[in-house]
T-cell receptor, first 113, second 112 residues
């Protein structure tokens, strides 16, 4: 199984809502990543988890809250988002943090109204 | 400041043509360069290059790295409409574990 899955595929939320994005991998990878990608731009790193501990936070606003409940799961909790947060949110994993090949999930396309 | 620059930004060709996509980089502590293909959603991994002059090949796609001149090329021969996608180049620095530095991508459109 060389797949990273993400749910939901699409999400529309209001600025007062609370929602969560979910990412799962069963490749035994110990590093997981959240990226944000705006239209026609490359992915931008948000967070890195290594062995279920937060390793890198790229100065992301606190309205984005990551969580790694176990080695296979990565969540991104969303609260009080702004319309400019609308983007494609990509999850990726790699065997260990720093191993070059990161495998991406299909992404969640988020629209904040 | 670290930079990864891809060219061209967009390219339109007809089926059967051969294309060459470019990626140049200026980063400290270079470790590897990766190519990804992104269609509607997730980037899918194509190649990882760490050594100069060694061509990586997969079907009609091939890639090579020049660490002296700090660039890589991705070649696609006998293009097909299914090759239409954004091709992303990313560089991994040894000192920033897990942080990939992406270029803006090349949008390739293959017409039948």
């Amino acid at each position: 199984d060389t797949e990273v899955t993400q749910t939901p595929k699409h999400l529309v939320m209001g600025m007062t809502n609370k929602k969560s994005l979910k990412c799962e991998q069963h490749m035994g990878h110990r590093a997981m990543y959240w990226y944000k990608q705006k239209a026609k731009k490359p992915p931008e790193l948000m967070f890195v988890y290594s062995y279920e501990k937060l390793s890198i936070n790229e100065s992301v606003p606190s309205r984005f809250s990551p969580e790694c409940p176990n080695s296979s799961l990565l969540n991104l909790h969303l609260h009080a988002l702004q319309p400019e947060d609308s983007a494609l949110y990509l999850c990726a994993s790699s065997p260990i943090q720093g191993s070059e090949t990161q495998y991406f999930g299909p992404g969640t396309r988020l629209l904040v109204l | 400041e670290d930079k990864v620059v891809q060219s061209p930004l967009s390219l339109v060709v007809h089926e059967g043509d051969t294309v060459t996509l470019n990626c140049s980089y200026e980063v400290t502590n270079f470790r590897s360069l990766l190519w990804y293909k992104q269609e509607k959603k997730a980037p899918t991994f194509l190649f990882m290059l760490t050594s100069s002059g060694i061509e990586k090949k997969s079907g009609r796609l091939s890639s090579i790295l020049d660490k002296k001149e700090l660039f890589s090329i991705l070649n696609i021969t006998a293009t097909q409409t299914g090759d239409s996608a954004v091709y992303l180049c990313a560089v991994n620095r040894g000192s920033t574990l897990g942080r990939l530095y992406f270029g803006r991508g090349t949008q390739l459109t293959v017409w039948p």
